[in-house]
């Protein structure tokens, strides 16, 4: 399994600002993916980040209000943009390793608690 | 729309207990279900299903699936105070490649 970690672990936010979430791994993968976790819900997908290219949003989430970056098979950034309290949540990112073709075993970064005032 | 529904939503027991999880799914192009364990914030992976009747086993955790009936289940035996966590059942598959539809989860608390 590929070791994740993300930048902050936490932060607190006064709404209107923006926040950028870095995630890096330990070794190239294929796929990397954003997710959200609302307090007392599963975890939601917000996009998969691709490398080179724009990523690929699921239906409800906009490039506006989470732009990605990933610019190698290592890193990725999410940015939480123009954040209202119900952006309070926790946001992980999580891994795809080289190999698993399409079993989709995907492990998971230790994820940002975000607090939005 | 995908659908992965787990029950109970919550469970409390004793150590020493054995507790059964369950898990149903109405899914498109079923590729395989993944079971996490979620403590604090990162869910850490348990295991995958992809063959129906193929139990999967690690110490005092096992899984098995059946496709025909379109659930699994996850059973702790001898459940510790370091069980209790929320369990996740996370069906794989769909229409986006990687994409993953969690279940609502199940919460667990076994009790000294």
């Known amino acids: 399994s590929a070791v994740i970690s993300q930048k902050p672990s936490r932060d607190i936010c006064q709404r209107g600002t923006s926040l950028t979430i870095q995630c890096q791994v330990d070794?190239?993968?294929?796929?990397m993916f954003w997710y959200r976790q609302q307090p007392g819900q599963s975890l939601t997908l917000i996009a998969t980040?691709?490398?080179?290219?724009?990523?690929?949003?699921e239906s409800g989430f906009v490039i506006d209000k989470f732009p990605i970056s990933r610019p190698n098979l290592t890193f990725s950034t999410l940015t939480v943009s123009n954040m209202s309290p119900e952006d309070s949540s926790i946001y992980l990112c999580?891994?795809?390793?080289?190999?698993?073709?399409?079993?989709?075993?995907?492990?998971f970064g230790p994820g940002t608690r975000l607090t939005v005032l | 729309e995908d659908k992965v529904v787990q029950s109970p939503l919550s469970l409390v027991v004793h150590e020493g207990d054995t507790v059964t999880l369950n898990c149903s799914y109405e899914?498109?192009?079923?590729?395989?279900l993944l079971w996490y364990k979620q403590e604090k914030k990162a869910p850490t992976f348990l295991f995958m299903l992809?063959?129906?009747?193929i139990e999967k086993k690690s110490g005092r955790l096992s899984s098995i699936l059946d496709k025909k009936e379109l659930f699994s289940i996850l059973n702790i035996t001898a459940t510790q105070t370091g069980d209790s966590a929320v369990y996740l059942c996370?069906?794989?598959?769909?229409?986006?490649?990687?994409?993953?539809?969690f279940g609502q989860g199940t919460i667990l608390t076994v009790h000294p």
């Open positions: 999580s891994v795809q390793t080289a190999g698993t073709g399409f079993n989709n075993e995907q492990f």
């Open positions: 992809t063959s129906s009747g």
């Open positions: 980040a691709n490398q080179g290219s724009e990523a690929t949003y």
């Open positions: 070794s190239q993968v294929t796929m």
């Open positions: 899914v498109t192009n079923f590729r395989s």
């Open positions: 996370v069906f794989a598959g769909g229409t986006s490649y990687g994409k993953l539809t």
